[in-house]
């Protein structure tokens, strides 16, 4: 059984963001992102950046930067990038921020499946949705200062169950000082999402 990062992202939430300022050059000027980009989209009411590896999309009122390899480096820049814009531009009314991770698990036959479906008889939901072939998951929400956890279950094919974790933080009324706090605890988020998702699953029988 493995647990791999399927994805990493910060979605930053704002009333006036201003996509027409995203431009490589800007990026480049600002510290935020100095690779050149292999596609880029420039509007005053969107754009896209994409370089080999992050992905930037921006409208008025949403920010996702992705993180395109899953090594620590890149989420620590990926951190660096999301404190470094609101840093640039701390005037903008930020809203909320999304510090955001998949995970896939992949079940070897006659492992455990996650503690959490456990608590469904699938023979009970086979009873219920007669002549369906039933695969289930769950939504768990787990509230801890300063941060409402939602994480989404699911499975995917016969032996692979993927993990959405959303770690939003409300941010009206908090300084710009805090939000960079926020952003910076992002590879502490990412190590708890991994502790999380390992901590759904055990070898052999119980």
């Given at each position: ?180 706090r926020l952003m910076d605890s992002f590879l502490t988020r990412y190590e708890d999402s991994s502790r999380i998702v390992k901590g759904l699953y055990?070898?052999g029988e119980k």
């Open positions: 059984m493995e647990a791999k990062l399927r994805r990493a992202d910060i979605v930053i939430i704002a009333s006036a963001h201003n996509p027409s300022i995203i431009a490589p050059q800007w990026l480049k000027d600002n510290s935020l992102i100095s690779e050149e980009p292999r596609h880029f989209v420039h509007t005053p009411d969107f754009s896209l950046f994409e370089s080999e590896s992050f992905s930037l999309v921006v409208d008025h009122q949403r920010l996702q930067i992705i993180a395109k390899k899953q090594d620590r480096g890149s989420l620590r820049s990926l951190a660096g990038i999301a404190s470094n814009y609101v840093k640039i531009l701390p005037h903008i009314p930020y809203r909320a921020v999304g510090l955001n991770f998949v995970w896939s698990i992949e079940i070897d036959e006659g492992e455990r499946l996650p503690k959490i479906v456990l608590n469904i008889n699938k023979s009970d939901l086979m009873s219920v949705f007669e002549s369906h072939e039933v695969d289930y998951g769950g939504i768990i929400y787990a509230r801890k200062e300063p941060y409402m956890l939602k994480l989404v279950i699911e499975p995917q094919g016969k032996n692979t169950i993927v993990h959405n974790f959303n770690y939003h933080h409300e941010l009206r009324g908090i300084s710009v000082e805090d939000i960079i055990w070898r």
